[in-house]
């Protein structure tokens, strides 16, 4: 059983600059392939960004390739999400999770952690 625990969150304006980290433990984390995925009010959860076990493999979302990096530690047994440019529709509740497989699809991830809420305003 993997816990996840997000951080960073925050209120920023337009163009500005947020980074996330996501902790884990309790399982292998360089076992697991891990995304971050955001819901918006009213929308549903969506793919942002995910990294392979060890790194070698990084795929974005359309929405925020060139903006958003994302990034592990497998030693310090994090995963974190630098977002640059910030815009108003990216404001969401952003989580992280854990997948046996590299994948984009949401239902493809076992853990989740409980999110952290990042505001833009314009």
């Known amino acids: 059983q993997v816990q996840l625990v997000e951080s960073g969150g925050g209120v920023v304006q337009a163009g500005d600059s947020l980074r996330l980290s996501c902790a884990a433990s309790?399982?292998?984390?360089?076992?697991?392939?891990m995304g971050w995925f955001r819901q918006a009010p009213g929308k549903e959860r969506e793919f942002v960004a995910a990294?392979?076990?060890?790194?070698?493999?990084?795929y974005y979302a359309d929405s925020v390739k060139g903006r958003f990096t994302i990034s592990r530690d497998n030693a310090k047994n994090a995963v974190d999400l630098q977002m640059n440019s910030l815009k108003p529709e990216d404001t969401a509740v952003y989580y992280c999770?854990?997948?046996?497989?590299?994948?984009?699809?949401?239902?493809?991830?076992?853990?989740w952690g409980q999110g952290t809420q990042v505001t833009v305003s314009s």
């Open positions: 999770a854990a997948a046996r497989l590299y994948t984009v699809v949401l239902a493809g991830y076992d853990y």
């Open positions: 309790g399982g292998t984390f360089s076992m697991y392939h």
């Open positions: 990294i392979s076990r060890s790194s070698t493999s990084t």
